[in-house]
């Protein structure tokens, strides 16, 4: 906990520097609790590996495996 009683979360990350910022990516892999913070990151990179403890203490172990650039598109039927 920090000194305003709020908890945590604890991370070491291997990062690879890139053009754009891809934190997001770990962000919504990893980070459930953080899903709507609007976290800026000091440079822009992707994470390729983290270990750390979440707010709740669990460990979390994450690893990108491949990432692709994907156009979505939904269609919600009337």
């Known amino acids: 906990m920090n000194n305003k009683n709020k908890k945590v979360a604890k ?4 990062i690879k ?3 754009k910022s891809y934190f997001s ?3 919504l892999s990893a980070l459930e609790t953080q899903l709507y913070n609007r976290m800026k990151s000091p440079m ?3 994470v390729l590996e ?3 403890t979440n ?4 460990f979390v172990k994450y690893k990108l495996e ?13």
């Open 11 to 14: 991370y070491k990350f291997i």
């Open 17 to 19: 520097e890139t053009e």
């Open 25 to 27: 990516v770990f962000r």
């Open 44 to 46: 822009n990179f992707i």
């Open 50 to 52: 983290a270990k750390g």
């Open 55 to 58: 707010i709740s203490g669990r």
């Open 66 to 78: 491949s990432i692709e650039d994907i156009d979505l598109d939904i269609t919600i039927p009337e």
